[in-house]
Nanobody, 116 residues
Framework: QVQLVESGGGLVQPGGSLRLSCVASGFTFSSYAMSWYRQAPGKERELVARITSAGGSTNYADSVKGRFTISRDNAKNTVYLQMNSLKPEDTAVYYC?????????WGQGTQVTVSS
């Protein structure tokens, strides 16, 4: 059974940093690309960052380029999202996602709130 469990969210002041983690199980983690998405209140869920299976290629939403970094540790079945220079508009629930066996799986999400 595929499971994705996010952690690391919280309340942070503008300009601060957080690192999100997503621990995966139930599939061969090292064989699959992983993504981080976010959903702010009243808005659609949007792609934040994606990383290929071996970590050799990444891509980012324009709104987070230069501030966020996605990475993975295949030995720990974990994908990370390092978020720096956080802005109030980064406030959202952050989800990790995998497409496995033709089906989309999401974690339960972790809340990130950027506010002074």
């Amino acid at each position: 059974q595929v499971q994705l469990v996010e952690s690391g969210g919280g309340l942070v002041q503008p300009g601060g940093s957080l690192r999100l983690s997503c621990v995966a199980s139930g599939f061969t983690f090292s064989s699959y690309a992983m993504s981080w998405y976010r959903q702010a209140p009243g808005k659609e869920r949007e792609l934040v960052a994606r990383i290929t299976s071996a970590g050799g290629s990444t891509n980012y939403a324009d709104s987070v380029k230069g501030r966020f970094t996605i990475s993975r540790d295949n030995a720990k079945n974990t994908v990370y999202l390092q978020m720096n220079s956080l802005k109030p508009e980064d406030t959202a629930v952050y989800y990790c996602k995998v497409i496995w066996s033709g089906r989309i799986y999401w974690g339960q999400g972790t809340q990130v709130t950027v506010s002074s």
